[in-house]
T-cell receptor
Framework: AQSVTQLGSHVSVSEGALVLLRCNYSSSVPPYLFWYVQYPNQGLQLLLKYTTGATLVKGINGFEAEFKKSETSFHLTKPSAHMSDAAEYFC??????????????FGKGTLLTVNP | GAGVSQSPSNKVTEKGKDVELRCDPISGHTALYWYRQSLGQGLEFLIY????????KSGLPSDRFSAERTGGSVSTLTIQRTQQEDSAVYLC??????????????FGAGTRLSVL
């Protein structure tokens, strides 16, 4: 079974500072990996995804994430935080094959606060 | 419409009543998913529909939960004899084609269900 661990339920940064949101997964084979963002009272929006190929993935709004198989990690970063980045961020995985490869398994989420 | 539409956005009901939640997927999307987002459990997969195939109901928490998808488009999630632990945000998502992890799941804003 797959699982996702997001370290830190709440991360607070200053505007302009580096954003680092941590995600580790547990899976028998490397899964597909996703980061979603949720703004208040809205649904989830895909930030970026890793399926195959280059392990450094760039997404929307200046975010990027790097798949590190040896560390089973997929941490999300942004060089300079903006006030508009304040939201909840979810890491998710799905399998590459098998009968349930469409199911997303989510982490518990990390609430990002950006201070002026 | 341009995105996944869910109605109602908020639903307050009394314990023991039945509720119906509606999801309109993105036009042309053949795959439809329901997830539940609750404080204690995070985001959980509930059910998956793909075309005319039998749905994957493996995530439904009890037999009080059921869902249908009419005409391969609109879906309704029904909760019978609601309990307080059913209080959560119910999210619907759709994706473009057959179940593949590469297909991006687009989420609606959700229905916030409160059971008193």
């Amino acid at each position: 079974a797959q699982s996702v661990t997001q370290l830190g339920s709440h991360v607070s940064v200053s505007e302009g500072a580096l954003v680092l949101l941590r995600c580790n997964y547990s899976s028998s084979v490397p899964p597909y990996l996703f980061w979603y963002v949720q703004y208040p009272n809205q649904g989830l929006q895909l930030l970026l995804k890793y399926t195959t190929g280059a392990t450094l993935v760039k997404g929307i709004n200046g975010f990027e994430a790097e798949f590190k198989k040896s560390e089973t990690s997929f941490h999300l970063t942004k060089p300079s935080a903006h006030m508009s980045d304040a939201a909840e961020y979810f890491c998710a995985v799905s399998g590459k094959s098998g009968g349930s490869n469409y199911k997303l398994t989510f982490g518990k989420g990390t609430l990002l606060t950006v201070n002026p | 419409g341009a995105g996944v539409s869910q109605s109602p956005s908020n639903k307050v009901t009394e314990k023991g009543k039945d509720v119906e939640l509606r999801c309109d997927p993105i036009s042309g999307h053949t795959a439809l998913y329901w997830y539940r987002q609750s404080l204690g459990q995070g985001l959980e997969f509930l059910i998956y529909f793909q075309g005319n195939s039998a749905p994957d109901k493996s995530g439904l928490p009890s037999d009080r939960f059921s869902a249908e998808r009419t005409g391969g488009s609109v879906s309704t999630l029904t909760i019978q004899r609601t309990q307080q632990e059913d209080s959560a945000v119910y999210l619907c998502a759709s994706s473009q084609g057959p179940a593949q992890a590469k297909n991006i799941q687009y989420f609606g804003a959700g229905t916030r269900l409160s059971v008193l």
